[in-house]
């Protein structure tokens, strides 16, 4: 049973350019969410989706768009890079109707902006 | 935004002692969820309490939650060179605007010595 992939496992990019990270979902579940980690905090929600829709967002700003695919996988697009933006982008996935039951977190994708 | 913080920021402790950990958060909670992180690498689930419990165990784990205080505890007993790690309480408000996110404290780094 396959837990959550992400990929790439890191990233090395220039400000201004765009970049997507790609995420799977642990067999069976439906619902995908992406966290930012800035090296010395905790995880910050950007937003979850489910059924191909955005169910609910962060405070990250417009460049910060997503995707879902009718398997559950997901995309994470940034456009725009700043230097601020390097972090390790964490996407974990839940069951719709086991909210209760916790998330499970991919390994993660680290991002650094030059 | 984080949600709260947790306490201490950093705890070093023999090998056989217990650990103790403390987490405040601010807004009211569907429940508490308290994760592990080895290494700036993904997060592993270890315990979730729902906002009408007040303790619950899972093998050497052990929470509390005072919701009048907002505030809980993560106890690990008889700590291993294993449990060395980042550990992070997050808070899940629930189905508010159709999803739930879950909003993560600072973390304790717990260095466990042999």
């Known amino acids: 049973d396959a837990g959550v992939t992400q990929s790439p496992t890191h990233l090395i990019k220039t400000r201004g350019q765009q970049v997507t990270l790609r995420c799977s979902p642990k067999?069976?579940?439906?619902?995908v969410s992406w966290y930012q980690q800035a090296l010395g905090q905790g995880p910050q929600f950007i937003f979850q989706?489910?059924?191909?829709?955005?169910?609910q967002r962060g405070n990250f700003p417009d460049r910060f768009s997503g995707h879902q695919f009718p398997n559950y996988s997901s995309e994470l697009n940034v456009n725009a890079l700043l230097l601020g933006d390097s972090a390790l982008y964490l996407c974990?996935?839940?069951?719709?109707?086991?909210?209760?039951?916790?998330?499970?977190f991919g390994p993660g994708t680290r991002l650094t902006v030059t | 935004s984080q949600q709260g913080e947790e306490d201490p920021q950093a705890l070093s402790i023999q090998e056989g002692e217990n650990a103790t950990m403390n987490c405040s958060y601010k807004?009211?909670?569907?429940?508490l969820q308290w994760y592990r992180q080895n290494s700036g690498r993904g997060l592993v689930h270890l315990i979730l309490?729902?906002?009408?419990?007040r303790e619950k165990h899972s093998g050497r784990l052990r929470v509390t939650l005072d919701t009048s205080k907002k505030s809980s505890s993560l106890l690990i007993t008889a700590s291993r060179a294993a449990d060395t790690a980042s550990y992070f309480c997050a808070t899940d408000g629930g189905l508010t605007g159709g999803g739930n996110k879950l909003t993560f404290g600072t973390g304790t780094q717990l260095k466990v010595e042999l």
């Open positions: 067999s069976g579940h439906d619902t």
């Open positions: 807004t009211s909670i569907n429940n």
């Open positions: 974990a996935s839940s069951l719709v109707w086991r909210q209760d039951a916790g998330q499970y």
């Open positions: 989706y489910y059924e191909e829709e955005e169910r």
């Open positions: 309490i729902r906002s009408n419990e």
